[in-house]
């Protein structure tokens, strides 16, 4: 009987077509998958028992060695190394790697973790910091100098290296003057808990009792209200008072001036000028007129890269072309040499009469398709044309690409709809391929649908070709109807949605922003109660007609409420429209300054992006030159309301 169901079977299996074949290869892949996810140890190890010519099987072998090495008990040190060998270069075999050399660090083998960092391609910050704590561990005293040379470097380290720091501080190498440095950066930033650890590696005598310190950073307007009168009689009462008055900057900054204004002489002068650098890199947040002043006040005390630059935008704000200047040649020279300064700086020394040498700083960067590149380019009379090159492509080339294990790879994980796995499988395809391959890699991305592989590829290629690939206009059956229905331009639309999801349909962001146009849930609610939309689902953003008819709807709306202005209806896309309103200035404003001096990081490299790729998007459309000054125009003054 059961010869019997064996050799049905078997001729039921002979029968099978060569999809049939694949689904049953994919429905194991998946179910590997799902039994990793669930803590099924019993269904993977069955499942990567079995062998098949499916292209993602070295998956299900690597997922049952990854849930060993989440177990308590040894490595399967012959498992994992067979493992290694069979697939050495692939993403996977960079993946066991690092897992296993977490799980030696967990076991503390840092003789094995040694042994085997080096095969490792791309450590993450983690492991870096795992390494050195493994050298330090075996011995290796060069950790000490290698720390104390970057310590400024090492304030936001990832906090596997606390180990190293706490070692060393502990052992005196590094000074209470060293931990103090750092506990003021920890106090000024978005976690300022993470100073609690480091005040615990001061000597007992020159810490602060914690408790104190955390109402100090937890309510600091009460805290220096009720500041006894000889708070200054010792460091650490100094020190708790700068990080009182540090994080009540980051709340309001004129608040935080009035108290400092009360006690300053109380601080000894390295204590003023880096509290003023911190009065001055909050102003400039917050749009403070008197950010540059204090900034100079803090003359020369060490500031943070984002203070630096935030030293440069303080008198952006306020067109003072000489201080552009003097905080853009204070910049160190790598800092000196990226587009915005190079720019700002050729802006500056035109402002003040020296247009050679403003000319030549421009020319360093004009051309470069980026926000600074098209501004450097108009300044020296040209506007950005039309783009006429496209990398060529071979036959050997094309069959490169479509035989590259790790693109096959990537292909099939994107066709079950594992997008992070294929995203890692794709980059790490493309490490060191030339120009030609790149090509034939993007347009593969692009007859699959992967569009967003598609542009990040041919972006690694000659930044002057490949546009048709670098800038594609997918779905213009869907959008052009609503752009025209919504009388916005075509080029800003597509250059907003490629920003905002690289024209994936799936798209989502991890504060839920959803599809093409990446619509929030309640965004979209919102626009569809604007629009008459009676039966509006958060689920229907799925769909790629609805999600673009919201999208482009909401586009309409807030740059009607924006004075039809594109940069600002750019950040209030991405920021809201309060905020765009808010950052306008009590004059008209340069469009351009109004960019750069976007207090939000991510809203201000969009923005930029968003505008730069509608010039280029309007050059391909239209076939003609644009510029980037024009779209980025004026920015009217605020008015009471919005401030």
């Given at each position: 009987?059961?010869?019997?169901?064996?050799?049905?079977?078997?001729?039921?299996?002979?029968?099978?077509?060569?999809?049939?074949?694949?689904?049953?290869?994919?429905?194991?892949?998946?179910?590997?998958?799902?039994?990793?996810?669930?803590?099924?140890?019993?269904?993977?190890?069955?499942l990567s028992s079995a062998r098949d010519p499916h292209v993602l099987d070295p998956y299900v072998r690597y997922w049952r060695l990854y849930s060993l090495l989440a177990r308590p008990e040894p490595a399967p040190a012959a498992e994992l190394i067979e493992f290694l060998?069979?697939?050495?270069?692939?993403?996977?075999?960079?993946?066991?790697?690092?897992?296993?050399?977490?799980?030696?660090?967990?076991d503390r083998d840092w003789s094995g973790f040694l042994q085997l960092y080096p095969d490792l391609r791309e450590p993450d910050a983690e492991l870096r910091c795992l390494q050195r704590n493994a050298r330090l561990e075996n011995g290796d005293m060069t950790v000490i100098?290698?720390?104390?040379?970057?310590?400024?470097?090492?304030?936001?380290?990832?906090?596997?290296?606390?180990?190293?720091?706490?070692?060393?501080?502990?052992?005196?190498?590094?000074?209470?003057?060293?931990?103090?440095?750092?506990?003021?950066?920890?106090?000024?930033?978005?976690?300022?808990?993470?100073?609690?650890?480091?005040?615990?590696?001061?000597?007992?005598?020159?810490?602060?009792?914690?408790?104190?310190?955390?109402?100090?950073?937890?309510?600091?307007?009460?805290?220096?209200?009720?500041?006894?009168?000889?708070?200054?009689?010792?460091?650490?009462?100094?020190?708790?008072?700068?990080?009182?008055?540090?994080?009540?900057?980051?709340?309001?900054?004129?608040?935080?001036?009035?108290?400092?204004?009360?006690?300053?002489?109380?601080?000894?002068?390295?204590?003023?000028?880096?509290?003023?650098?911190?009065?001055?890199?909050?102003?400039?947040?917050?749009?403070?007129?008197?950010?540059?002043?204090?900034?100079?006040?803090?003359?020369?005390?060490?500031?943070?890269?984002?203070?630096?630059?935030?030293?440069?935008?303080?008198?952006?704000?306020?067109?003072?072309?000489?201080?552009?200047?003097?905080?853009?040649?204070?910049?160190?020279?790598?800092?000196?040499?990226?587009?915005?300064?190079?720019?700002?700086?050729?802006?500056?020394?035109?402002?003040?009469?020296?247009?050679?040498?403003?000319?030549?700083?421009?020319?360093?960067?004009?051309?470069?398709?980026?926000?600074?590149?098209?501004?450097?380019?108009?300044?020296?009379?040209?506007?950005?044309?039309?783009?006429?090159?496209?990398?060529?492509?071979?036959?050997?080339?094309?069959?490169?690409?479509?035989?590259?294990?790790?693109?096959?790879?990537?292909?099939?994980?994107?066709?079950?709809?594992?997008?992070?796995?294929?995203?890692?499988?794709?980059?790490?395809?493309?490490?060191?391929?030339?120009?030609?391959?790149?090509?034939?890699?993007?347009?593969?991305?692009?007859?699959?649908?992967?569009?967003?592989?598609?542009?990040?590829t041919a972006e690694r290629t000659d930044p002057q070709a490949n546009y048709d690939l670098r800038f594609l206009a997918p779905y213009r059956q869907i959008i052009e109807p609503q752009v025209r229905q919504q009388g916005l331009d075509l080029a800003w639309v597509y250059?907003?949605?490629?920003?905002?999801?690289?024209?994936?349909?799936?798209?989502?962001?991890?504060?839920?922003?959803?599809?093409?146009?990446?619509?929030?849930?309640?965004?979209?609610?919102?626009?569809?109660?604007?629009?008459?939309?009676?039966?509006?689902?958060?689920?229907?953003?799925?769909?790629?007609?609805?999600?673009?008819?919201?999208?482009?709807?909401?586009?309409?709306?807030?740059?009607?409420?924006?004075?039809?202005?594109?940069?600002?209806?750019?950040?209030?896309?991405?920021?809201?429209?309060?905020?765009?309103?808010?950052?306008?200035?009590?004059?008209?404003?340069?469009?351009?300054?109004?960019?750069?001096?976007?207090?939000?990081?991510?809203?201000?490299?969009?923005?930029?992006?968003?505008?730069?790729?509608?010039?280029?998007?309007?050059?391909?459309?239209?076939?003609?030159?644009?510029?980037?000054?024009?779209?980025?125009?004026?920015?009217?003054?605020?008015?009471?309301?919005?401030?």
């Amino acid at each position: 009987m059961a010869k019997g169901l064996w050799a049905a079977l078997a001729f039921a299996l002979a029968s099978l077509s060569p999809a049939a074949w694949a689904q049953l290869g994919d429905d194991r892949i998946l179910a590997a998958r799902e039994a990793l996810r669930t803590g099924d140890r019993a269904t993977l190890e069955r499942l990567s028992s079995a062998r098949d010519p499916h292209v993602l099987d070295p998956y299900v072998r690597y997922w049952r060695l990854y849930s060993l090495l989440a177990r308590p008990e040894p490595a399967p040190a012959a498992e994992l190394i067979e493992f290694l060998l069979y697939e050495p270069d692939s993403l996977l075999a960079e993946r066991l790697r690092a897992d296993w050399l977490r799980h030696m660090a967990r076991d503390r083998d840092w003789s094995g973790f040694l042994q085997l960092y080096p095969d490792l391609r791309e450590p993450d910050a983690e492991l870096r910091c795992l390494q050195r704590n493994a050298r330090l561990e075996n011995g290796d005293m060069t950790v000490i100098a290698e720390v104390q040379d970057r310590w400024m470097e090492l304030v936001d380290a990832n906090s596997a290296c606390e180990t190293v720091f706490r070692t060393l501080a502990l052992a005196g190498h590094i000074t209470p003057d060293q931990l103090w440095w750092r506990i003021r950066r920890q106090t000024d930033s978005r976690n300022p808990a993470a100073a609690r650890a480091t005040l615990s590696w001061l000597p007992v005598s020159e810490a602060p009792a914690l408790a104190e310190f955390e109402r100090a950073t937890k309510s600091p307007a009460a805290y220096l209200d009720k500041l006894p009168p000889n708070f200054s009689t010792t460091r650490i009462g100094r020190e708790v008072a700068l990080a009182a008055l540090t994080r009540l900057a980051r709340e309001d900054v004129a608040a935080a001036r009035v108290r400092f204004d009360r006690i300053e002489e109380r601080f000894a002068a390295e204590e003023r000028s880096y509290l003023y650098a911190v009065l001055g890199h909050q102003g400039a947040l917050q749009g403070s007129a008197n950010a540059s002043a204090w900034f100079r006040a803090a003359g020369k005390i060490p500031l943070s890269a984002e203070q630096r630059a935030w030293r440069v935008r303080a008198a952006l704000r306020t067109e003072d072309w000489r201080g552009v200047q003097a905080a853009i040649e204070a910049l160190p020279a790598n800092e000196q040499a990226l587009p915005e300064w190079t720019y700002w700086l050729g802006r500056a020394q035109a402002a003040q009469g020296r247009s050679a040498e403003a000319q030549a700083q421009f020319r360093r960067i004009a051309g470069q398709p980026n926000f600074y590149g098209l501004l450097a380019a108009e300044e020296l009379g040209q506007t950005f044309a039309p783009p006429t090159r496209s990398g060529t492509v071979t036959a050997d080339d094309i069959a490169r690409a479509e035989s590259d294990p790790g693109l096959r790879r990537a292909l099939a994980l994107y066709r079950l709809d594992m997008r992070t796995e294929g995203m890692r499988e794709w980059s790490w395809a493309l490490r060191g391929q030339d120009d030609g391959f790149l090509i034939a890699a993007a347009r593969l991305a692009v007859r699959n649908e992967i569009y967003d592989r598609a542009i990040n590829t041919a972006e690694r290629t000659d930044p002057q070709a490949n546009y048709d690939l670098r800038f594609l206009a997918p779905y213009r059956q869907i959008i052009e109807p609503q752009v025209r229905q919504q009388g916005l331009d075509l080029a800003w639309v597509y250059g907003l949605m490629r920003q905002e999801s690289r024209f994936i349909v799936p798209a989502r962001s991890s504060s839920g922003a959803q599809g093409l146009m990446q619509v929030m849930p309640t965004t979209g609610k919102w626009v569809a109660k604007k629009i008459g939309m009676s039966n509006y689902q958060a689920n229907m953003l799925s769909d790629p007609d609805t999600n673009v008819l919201l999208g482009t709807s909401y586009m309409r709306l807030i740059l009607e409420d924006l004075d039809s202005h594109p940069v600002l209806a750019s950040a209030g896309y991405n920021a809201g429209p309060g905020r765009a309103r808010r950052w306008r200035e009590d004059r008209p404003l340069e469009g351009a300054i109004y960019a750069e001096t976007i207090p939000f990081d991510e809203t201000r490299d969009y923005v930029k992006k968003v505008m730069t790729n509608a010039v280029i998007y309007a050059a391909m459309f239209e076939a003609r030159p644009q510029s980037l000054k024009a779209r980025l125009g004026t920015i009217a003054p605020r008015i009471s309301a919005d401030r």
